[in-house]
């Protein structure tokens, strides 16, 4: 599929009509702005996933840099690409999920990252600083790293439960731990579609329409057993008490489950599940790129990427933040998974052409 026809496939799954956004021709010689180290060109506009930035780093980057950041959210990356993927929106930097850092090359819409701007990439350890989505870490910045698997309410099921996607899909534990009605989702389809396969035995990164269908059918069976699907608030819905098990990612579930009242655990389950990193990513058509390459090396410094990982309780790619990160953090096997327990988890790739497919395997599926 050609560049704009999968652009557009994409947001046709959304039901938006993009203009296109392509670069001219100066963009595409590299006629992008140029930026120094600490310089700043207006204030920052920044697209992020929710509970993923502390407020304290951001102050502390405006009083340091004199600029104001105007932070929005979205809950999946399908939902950012659908926004910026028309131009315009005065976005200057994005989080995108590995996948989608693909996709976003392949169709211009975020540029190279200046090196001579952002010095502290020195800092990136070497096990993230050759990403296969992002050879050399040439358009992005790792941000954050984690998994994506189950939160549940012990004190509801007890301890004596499966460690297994079947929580989720399989309508005889549902009803064996009273889970009817009392089940999230993630609103993503990668992800979504991705557990469905895992439990099936599959890779979530199939690009077999007989499998895909069988996820599919997975779901639509799980959908009476919902309560939502969603990809803000799952991990606050189980500590409130409005569902018992959620799909979700694993420093949320940490950070609201020790707010809550009950006894509460987050795990893999054993037939695998989803590793992701999310990079730091300059907009294309950025209003004010310098300012996003200076908030970019500000939070690659060694002691800000230990205080976002204390703070939001996700891995940091940031190998010289590590002597500064809680020990409490570090030797937490959620936040810092063992050896063995990677060896079960995948990537989610950009599957191309197939793409599309996923996004409406789970809109047939949820009806």
Known sequence: M????????????????????????????????QCEAGET??????????EYMDPDLITA???????TVTE????????????????????DLI??????????????????????????????????????FDPGNTYTSPYQW???????????????????????FDADVAEQYGLDGRISLLDDPRETMGAALKYLGYSLNSTSADELAEAEAVIADAVSRVAAFDSDQYSELVVAGETIVGHGYSGNFLWDFEEGESEYTYFVPDEGGTVWVDGMAVLAEAPHPCTAFAFTNFLLDAQNGAQLTNYNWYASPNGAAEEFIDQEVL???I???????????????????????????????RG
Not at 41 to 50: Q, R
Not at 61 to 67: A, S, W, Y
Not at 83 to 90: E, H, S, V
Not at 148 to 165: E, K, R
């Open 2 to 33: 050609g560049k704009w026809m999968r652009m557009f496939a994409i947001l046709g799954i959304l039901g938006i009509v993009a203009a296109g956004c392509g670069s001219d021709d100066e963009e595409a010689a590299g006629g992008f702005k």
């Open 41 to 50: 060109d207006g204030d920052l506009a920044f697209f992020n996933w929710s």
């Open 61 to 67: 980057f405006q009083d340091e840099f004199g600029v």
């Open 72 to 91: 929005d959210f979205y809950p999946s990356n399908e939902e950012m690409f659908a926004k910026i993927a028309p131009g315009g929106t005065g976005f």
């Open 95 to 132: 989080v995108p999920s590995d996948y989608m850092i693909s996709i976003l090359i392949e169709e211009e819409l975020i540029q190279p990252v200046q090196a001579a701007a952002v010095p502290n990439r020195a800092n990136i350890a070497e096990k993230f600083s050759d990403p296969p």
């Open 146 to 168: 984690g998994t994506t698997g189950i939160g549940i309410d012990l004190g509801v099921t007890g301890t004596d439960i499966p460690h297994s996607w079947s929580l989720l």
């Open 331 to 333: 030797d937490n096997p």
């Open 335 to 365: 936040i810092y998974p063992t050896a063995e327990a990677m060896k079960r988890l995948e990537f989610i790739e950009d599957t191309g052409e197939f793409e599309i497919e996923y996004t409406d395997a789970l809109t047939r599926a």
